[in-house]
């Protein structure tokens, strides 16, 4: 799956934020990126802190761009664009001292065009890397939500990888029948960038009426309202997890269906069920699970845990540049 996203960048190379430059797990996949072509990290903190802990860690970030909000020369520029954005919510001097903070001088260098995308979340929370994002990069037209979406990637018994998709596992808590047929819609188009051929299920403790209750409801209604915007993929439910991904079930449960048994999108009714849920599959399943992969934002940002590590940071970059049209 890798090969094939840097054989894209290659193609296109962007340029990645990093908001943390200065910790030891990004630096090292910052000095992974440079000694590639596709990919070019700009690192945000104090050259000298950054250049510190590189050389103890014996890192390699000579070619490096390194940012610090107090030096750089375009700030007055950032200020002013970042009052318009704010549209009068944040004054001059307000946004001066946000910008002093990595996750919204790093967020306005993408606004800007200064980077294409942006990374963080190695010690910010994942609030401190969404709440710069909604308010600066905000949703593309059409979306009303941000959502995510986590791809979970194994080796095949037949041989290649079995890659699934699984949302919204981290943003929305408790999401609407109109906010799953947007999440379904956004966690499709990412499935697809990763190789997928989606067949979305739309998951419940129910099968096709089997069980019955608001969440069951919830999970049916947003099923009919995806079908009747006659997509490009097919989508069946509410199923029960076991209808959805094994044949001998789906045959038993959903008869005729075209997802029954065969799913590999899977739609969770609240941020509970998909947390619990992506984590059973890295867990017990062995599945390496990238993400949250944010969704419905006009450029790529992106949160890592705070306990990743530094492979991690670097395949997370790779994904959230492959993201930037």
């Given at each position: ?59 390699n970030i000579g ?125 499709v188009n990412c ?18 009426g089997s069980g ?114």
């Open positions: 799956m890798f090969r094939l996203l840097i054989q894209k960048l290659k193609k296109n190379p962007r340029k990645i934020v990093f908001t943390e430059g200065n910790d030891e797990r990004v630096l090292e996949a910052a000095a992974r990126l440079l000694s590639g072509t596709f990919l070019t990290p700009i690192l945000i903190g104090d050259p000298e802190e950054i250049h510190r802990v590189a050389d103890e860690a014996c890192l070619n490096a761009q390194i940012l610090q909000p107090s030096a750089y020369g375009k700030m007055e520029a950032m200020v002013e664009k970042m009052v318009e954005l704010r549209r009068g919510k944040m004054t001059a001097e307000q946004c001066r001292a946000a910008l002093q903070q990595g996750n919204y001088f790093g967020t306005m260098l993408v606004a800007m065009g200064e980077a294409d995308c942006l990374l963080g979340g190695a010690t910010y929370s994942t609030a401190d890397t969404v709440r710069p994002a909604l308010q600066l990069i905000k949703t593309r037209p059409g979306n009303k939500i941000v959502s995510s979406c986590f791809i979970l990637v194994r080796p095949s018994a037949t041989g290649g990888n079995q890659v699934l998709a699984m949302g919204d596992c981290a943003i929305n808590i408790d999401p609407s029948e109109d906010d799953l047929v947007e999440i379904t819609q956004e966690v499935a697809r960038r990763f190789g997928v051929d989606p067949k979305v299920a739309m998951l419940s403790y129910s099968t096709l019955s209750g608001p969440a069951v409801d919830k999970m049916r209604n947003a099923c009919d309202k995806l079908k009747a915007l006659n997509l490009d993929f097919p989508v069946d439910g509410e199923f029960q997890f076991d209808a959805a991904v094994s044949p001998t079930v789906g045959r038993l449960k959903a008869p005729g269906s075209e997802v029954a048994g065969q799913a590999n999108t899977f739609i969770f009714p609240d941020i509970s069920a998909g947390n619990i849920g992506y984590k059973i599959a890295q867990r017990m399943g062995n599945f390496d699970a990238y993400g949250p992969i944010l969704l419905g934002l006009n450029a790529p940002i992106n949160d890592l845990s705070r306990g990743c590590n530094a492979m991690e940071v670097y395949s997370m970059a790779i994904i959230t540049a492959a993201l930037a049209d």
